[in-house]
């Protein structure tokens, strides 16, 4: 399978590098400094999402295009909605899906109550997380008819190693029996090449977990 990762050399999108590579992927990596990632098994393009860049001649016949991206690092939260609705009307028409690396805030802990609604949410990641709840509704909301999947990690993500195990949830936020919200970085990008591979979700709101 062709794909296109955009955001490949962030945390989460160096893992699914790592895994879509090692899963015999061909894949075109989308990122503003092509030099830190010249070393990977990967075409290279250097893109700027604060660019008027077409995306969509960047990526040419790629059948999804993968995407973890996210406003802390320059403090612009605006532009992971932004984002969205980007691709969203860029991909109308083609054949491309969007699998988007999500986050646990907007995970449901009741009907219509998100995780980053309460009370008990971390202040520190609140604005992240919102911006995250704001790009699940542009794709929810969206007329566009570009395909996507949007993927919820654990409220718990963390460096390491594969645990061998995780659970596929939908949009509910679920615990382990002790009680845990968690998942390594790498079983979350093995579990979004998954996805990536098998189109199991499309158009959903899915998430993953021990």
């Known amino acids: 399978?062709?794909?296109?990762?955009?955001?490949?050399?962030?945390?989460?999108?160096?893992?699914?590098?790592?895994?879509?590579?090692?899963?015999?992927?061909?894949?075109?990596?989308l990122v503003r400094d092509p030099i830190k990632i010249s070393e990977q098994k990967t075409s290279v393009v250097s893109f700027d999402l604060q660019s008027e860049q077409d995306i969509t001649s960047l990526i040419?016949?790629?059948?999804?295009l993968i995407v973890s991206v996210?406003?802390?690092?320059?403090?612009?939260?605006?532009?992971?909605?932004?984002?969205?609705?980007?691709?969203?009307?860029?991909?109308?028409g083609s054949n491309i899906r969007i699998v988007w690396v999500g986050g646990a805030?907007?995970?449901?802990?009741?009907p219509g109550v998100t995780l980053v609604s309460t009370p008990e949410f971390p202040e520190d990641?609140?604005?992240?997380?919102?911006?995250q709840v704001e790009a699940l509704n542009v794709f929810k909301d969206s007329k566009s008819n570009a395909s996507w999947t949007f993927v919820s990690p654990a409220a718990f993500i963390?460096?390491?190693?594969s645990e061998g195990q995780y659970?596929?949830?939908?949009?509910?936020?679920?615990?382990?029996?002790?009680?845990?919200?968690?998942?390594?970085?790498t079983d979350y990008a093995i579990a979004m090449v998954e996805e990536t591979e098998n189109a199991a979700h499309l158009n959903q709101h899915m998430s993953i977990a021990y």
């Open 125 to 131: 990641y609140k604005q992240e997380a919102l911006a």
């Open 167 to 185: 659970r596929i949830g939908d949009n509910t936020f679920f615990t382990n029996t002790d009680g845990e919200s968690k998942v390594s970085a």
């Open 60 to 64: 040419g016949d790629v059948e999804v």
């Open 1 to 29: 399978m062709k794909l296109a990762i955009l955001g490949a050399t962030g945390w989460i999108g160096s893992h699914i590098l790592e895994q879509a590579v090692k899963r015999g992927h061909e894949v075109v990596s």
């Open 158 to 161: 963390y460096p390491g190693g």
């Open 70 to 92: 996210g406003g802390r690092a320059n403090g612009n939260h605006q532009l992971v909605a932004d984002t969205a609705q980007r691709l969203m009307t860029a991909l109308d």
């Open 105 to 110: 805030g907007s995970l449901e802990v009741a």
